[in-house]
Nanobody, 129 residues
């Protein structure tokens, strides 16, 4: 049974850092795409970053490039999202999700939440002074 559990959220000041963790069980990381999404109440869920996705292996939405880094630890079966230089607009509930590996020519497709069936419960990130 696929299970994802997020942790690491919290309250941080603008410019600060947080590291989110996604503990995965019930599947092998190398055979799956794992993606971080975020959602603000009243807005559509948006993809932030994925790993094991496409030829480049990682992909980021433009607004977080250079600030966020996604990584994985196959031994611990975990995926991480290191978030630096946080901004108030990064405030959201962050979710990790997974699907079996599939090849898309344009990696933007991996950030489409409608393709994912397995989700964690989410962790709140609040960036505020």
């Amino acid at each position: 049974q696929v299970q994802l559990v997020e942790s690491g959220g919290g309250l941080v000041q603008p410019g600060g850092s947080l590291r989110l963790s996604c503990a995965a069980s019930g599947f092998t990381l190398d055979y799956h795409v794992i993606t971080w999404f975020r959602q603000v109440p009243g807005k559509e869920r948006e993809g932030v970053s994925c790993i094991n996705c496409g030829g480049g292996d990682t992909y980021y939405r433009d607004s977080v490039k250079g600030r966020f880094t996604i990584s994985k630890d196959n031994v611990k079966s975990a995926v991480y999202l290191q978030m630096n230089s946080l901004k108030p607009e990064d405030t959201a509930i962050y979710y990790c999700a997974t699907m079996r590996k599939v090849m898309y020519r344009d990696p933007i497709h991996y950030l489409n939440w409608k393709l994912y069936r397995n989700w964690g419960q989410g962790t709140q990130v609040t960036v505020s002074s």
